[in-house]
Structures are given as structure tokens and as C-alpha cells.
């Protein structure tokens, strides 16, 4: 069965620096989300993503996050000055058809550890 | 309070008993959506509910939704072992389409 991927699986990083987190949505799919998780909270929305920009954004994606589709496969978070809140696990999801009434596939997420 | 609360926040149980788990939430919705997750883990999903539905059924889950109360249950029968898990709603409203969850009930299910 297909599946979203995520890489890395773990990730630390010095306050300051820049992070790229990776992800492999379905490969049909057309919808593309970032959600995150801080530990022991909700998992929270961040963006969404749809013929090449994005589609809507929440509040806690501001300047510091971008997304980005480089090529037909990949789907990428960078986060380009790391605070230490930004600590949390990440995750891609990816839907085949719009949101409204798609199910969203989640991949195994990204642990960010911002020192 | 916020969109996509769970309670119970915790439930323990023995294997072969029934789990319930219930969801509310605040403003219209186009769909709720019950997901899984395993101890520091991804999030598996497990079912859909669109707002005119009232009941589905997928192999041991029974997900039901009342809209006028603005509530929705996961039952899971005959639990498992390997049903130790955190459970979360999340709802789709109308006009976006970003999944709003819940703060989840843990449960764990003693073999």
C-alpha cells in the first residue's frame, strides 16, 4: 500500500540554524500538508499546499517557515532560523483529492530537537 | 474551548471489552475524521465521517455523528492488545480543508 514518507526520521540542530525536512507525499496525490505536534500537545496545523503554492497557512507559519515542491516527488519544510520551540515532531500528509471530503495520509514524522 | 475535544483523556481496559471514546466539537463541520497513534509515532487513519452521514462501520470501529450536538463517538470492540494507543478526532470545516484535531483520549488495553 502506498505510503508517505518522511526523512530524516530525527533531527538536531543548533538554535540559529537552518532545517529542511523532507517528504515523499503519495504519488498520485495533488494536497499537501505540514501538520506539527509538540510533545504532549495537539497536533497542529501549519500549511497546505496545492499546484505549487500554498493554499493556506496558520498563524505559526510565518517568515521563518517555506515550503516547497522541487520536483515531482519531493515536498519539502524549511525552517531557516531554529528557535527552541521549534522543537517537535512534523509531519507530511498528502491527499488525493481536496481536503473537504479526502482523507489525509500522514507519513511516520520528523522529531526536530532544536538545542 | 477549542474545536475537537476527547474524553475520556485516559482509559484502561481488558482485552475483549469495549472501548468508547467521544469527541466534541464547536462550529460546523464538512467531515470528522478518527485517527490512531502509537507512542511517538505517525498518525494512522482509521475513519471518515461526512456531516450528513451518521454512522460507519470499519471492521471493529463504529464511528457515529450527531451533528445537532456537535459530537461524535469511536467504539472499538473487542479491543486488543495492540489497540494501546492515542486516539484523535479531527474535523474539517467547510471552506478549508486542514484537519483540526482533537487533544485525544490515551488508551490502553491490558492483555
Known amino acids: 500500500e502506498p505510503e508517505v514518507t518522511q526523512t530524516p526520521s530525527h533531527q538536531v540542530t543548533q538554535m540559529g540554524q537552518e532545517v529542511i525536512l523532507r517528504c515523499v507525499p503519495i504519488s498520485n496525490h495533488l494536497y499537501f500538508y505540514w501538520y506539527r505536534q509538540i510533545l504532549g500537545q495537539k497536533v497542529e496545523f501549519l500549511v497546505s499546499f496545492y499546484n505549487n503554492e500554498i493554499s493556506e497557512k496558520s498563524e505559526i507559519f510565518d517568515d521563518q517557515f517555506s515550503v516547497e515542491r522541487p520536483d515531482g516527488s519531493n515536498f519539502t519544510l524549511k525552517i531557516r532560523s531554529t528557535k527552541l520551540e521549534d522543537s517537535a515532531m512534523y509531519f507530511c500528509a498528502s491527499s488525493g483529492g481536496d481536503g473537504y471530503t479526502d482523507t489525509q495520509y500522514f507519513g511516520p514524522g520528523t522529531r526536530l530537537t532544536v538545542l | 474551548s477549542q474545536q475537537g475535544e476527547e474524553d475520556p483523556q485516559a482509559l484502561s481496559i481488558q482485552e475483549g471489552e469495549n472501548a468508547t471514546m467521544n469527541c466534541s466539537y464547536k462550529t460546523s463541520i464538512n467531515n470528522l475524521q478518527w485517527y490512531r497513534q502509537n507512542s511517538g509515532r505517525g498518525l494512522v487513519h482509521l475513519i471518515l465521517i461526512r456531516s450528513n452521514e451518521r454512522e460507519k462501520h470499519s471492521g471493529r470501529l463504529r464511528v457515529t455523528l450527531d451533528t445537532s450536538k456537535k459530537s461524535s463517538s469511536l467504539l472499538i470492540t473487542a479491543s486488543r492488545a495492540a489497540d494501546t494507543a492515542s486516539y484523535f478526532c479531527?474535523?474539517?470545516?467547510?471552506?478549508?480543508?486542514?484537519?483540526?484535531f482533537g487533544t485525544g483520549t490515551r488508551l490502553q488495553v491490558f492483555p
Open positions: 479531527a474535523t474539517v470545516q467547510f471552506n478549508t480543508d486542514k484537519l483540526i
